[in-house]
């Protein structure tokens, strides 16, 4: 009766590289959700939390944690985080810098707890972010050759992702790689030490390497800035359709939706956008939700437009058919832009209007 979440999140059609993996993630995902439906039966409406209002479609909502989903001072977080999502994705631990600061000599402790807790949880764990420019290890920015940055990259991948094999079935392989100023010749990052030494094939390789250390894992590509149609999505577009065609094993497209309350669906045409990324076979997830508030309208207005925009965005991703919902965080405390308190719970953890946005659009959006 759960298959529908696992068909949710292995739901790419007409995929040509044949690499999903939807089978094992299928599993895992109603395994996950199995017992979680079983253990709290949705109540009514009003009183559903948005995982059950998320589990009653068979559908995936989830958040970024740190570690303080541990604290025992705060436990609303860690318990928040357990009632209201069924994925979680490390919002820091398991960058290149923090996981394997010393070449080979990989730091697992964090991330195999948070692998405990999202087992404990029946939550989905996903892997952020295997190839990035920013936060590195020192010694990457020292490395001076292409060969030697190609092999420290892959070893990089191949030690994170065996690791995690057959526990973490989603990857972000590789992030922010399109040039916020893209258009050609040259749409890829330039302040990217793999785009200089290695140049865009980095990308590729890093799939590739990323599939062989678990043939089962989905892999995505994931950026910012890219919900709409916009030079830069017009460049990942073009990206992703030449991996493909390419036979390249990618899975998905990440689009991580870090807007403010004025973003606009509709002006930015972004279903239009998700459904050209869904044409070519590829799943899409909105992966890093936040919404800030701006200017110097009343807070109950400024509320309110945010709750808008949250439900836009999630109506969108429902109707284009992504298989997950993610955002940034859980309450604004510990936000990446806590001063613009862009999240669904307030820093009180009580739920915002938001909060009730996402759930009413959960409940009344057609299957
Ligand atoms: C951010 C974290 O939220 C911060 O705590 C950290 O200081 C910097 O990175 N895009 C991404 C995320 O893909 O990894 C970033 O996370 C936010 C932007």
């Known amino acids: 009766m759960h298959t529908s979440l696992g068909q949710s999140l292995g739901q790419s059609p007409g995929k040509k590289s044949g690499v999903l993996g939807a089978a094992a993630l299928t599993a895992l995902a109603c395994a996950a959700l199995t017992s979680s439906a079983q253990a709290v039966p949705p109540g009514p409406a009003a009183e559903m939390t948005l995982r059950q209002a998320a589990e009653a479609r068979g559908f995936v909502i989830g958040g970024a944690i740190n570690a303080n989903v541990f604290d025992p001072d705060a436990p609303d977080l860690g318990e928040g985080v357990a009632r ?86 989603i990857w972000d392989v590789v992030n922010e790689s399109i040039s916020d100023t893209a258009g050609n010749p040259n749409p890829y990052r330039e302040n990217s030490p793999f785009i200089k030494l290695i140049g865009p094939e980095f990308i590729e390789i890093a799939f590739r390497t990323a599939h062989e250390a678990d043939p089962a894992a989905k892999l995505y590509y994931n950026d910012y800035n890219v919900e709409g149609i916009n030079g830069k999505s017009d460049a990942m577009y073009q990206m992703v359709k030449s991996l493909l065609a390419k036979g390249v094993p990618i899975n998905g497209v990440g689009f991580q939706t870090h807007v403010d309350m004025n973003f606009s669906v509709e002006h930015t045409r972004m279903k239009e956008n998700l459904e050209r990324f869904r044409k070519l076979g590829l799943d899409v997830q909105l992966t890093e939700v936040d919404v800030e508030l701006k200017g110097d309208a009343p807070m109950t207005d400024k509320l309110k437009k945010q709750a808008q925009t949250y439900g836009d965005l999630l109506r969108v991703c429902l109707e284009v058919k992504c298989n997950a919902f993610i955002m940034w965080g859980y309450t604004d405390m510990y936000s990446w832009r806590s001063g613009s308190k862009p999240l ?21 959006t057609p299957k």
């Open 344 to 364: 669904i719970f307030d820093m009180d953890y009580k739920p915002k209007p938001a909060y009730f946005a996402l759930r009413d659009v959960l409940l009344n």
């Open 84 to 169: 209201e999502y069924n994925l979680v994705v490390t919002e820091n631990t398991m960058k290149w810098g923090s996981i394997n600061n010393t070449p080979g000599d990989f730091n697992f402790s964090l991330a195999d707890l948070f692998l405990k807790y999202a087992d404990k949880n029946k939550q989905i764990l996903k892997g952020h972010t295997l190839v990035w420019h920013e936060q590195l290890p020192k010694y990457v920015g020292n490395i001076e050759t292409k060969e030697a940055l190609i092999t420290e990259m892959k070893n990089h991948i191949i030690g994170v992702v065996t690791h995690f094999k057959g526990k973490v079935p």
